[in-house]
């Protein structure tokens, strides 16, 4: 079954943001996640550009045990109104980035 999680816009000083996540349990030590957020950073005062960005991102969860989370996470970011990313150079940026979380 799948849950679908989503904030209502937030009223930032110089922008807007919103999210929206989808998760699906397979069983249960695994899950997915599928999480696409926006952000108009009006005023370049949250990321130092002052441009709008996406990010959308999925992510797989599978427990060790009862104590140790595993967190892959792929995940896509863009700009649209001038190159954020790698220092002001590009507009789009992917990252593979891995969680381990203990529980205690």
Same mark, same amino acid.
């Given at each position: 079954?799948?849950?679908?999680?989503?904030?209502?816009?937030?009223?930032?000083?110089?922008? +807007?943001?919103?999210? #929206?996540?989808?998760?699906? =349990? @397979?069983?249960?030590? #695994?899950? %997915?996640?599928?999480? #696409?957020?926006?952000?108009?950073?009006?005023? +370049?005062?949250?990321?130092?550009?002052?441009?709008?960005?996406? =990010?959308?991102?999925?992510?797989?969860?599978?427990?060790?045990?009862?104590?140790?989370? @595993?967190?892959?996470?792929?995940?896509? =970011?863009?700009?649209?109104?001038?190159?954020?990313?790698?220092?002001? !150079?590009?507009? #789009?940026?992917? !990252?593979?980035?891995?969680?381990? %979380? @203990?529980?205690?």
């Amino acid at each position: 079954m799948a849950i679908l999680r989503a904030r209502p816009n937030q009223v930032l000083r110089g922008g +807007a943001a919103a999210v #929206n996540y989808l998760q699906r =349990e @397979f069983s249960k030590k #695994n899950y %997915i996640s599928i999480r #696409n957020d926006v952000l108009a950073d009006l005023k +370049a005062q949250h990321t130092g550009f002052k441009t709008k960005y996406s =990010e959308h991102s999925i992510m797989w969860g599978h427990w060790i045990g009862t104590s140790v989370l @595993f967190r892959p996470e792929l995940r896509f =970011e863009h700009s649209y109104d001038l190159p954020a990313c790698d220092s002001g !150079t590009k507009s #789009n940026q992917f !990252t593979f980035a891995v969680d381990v %979380i @203990f529980k205690f």
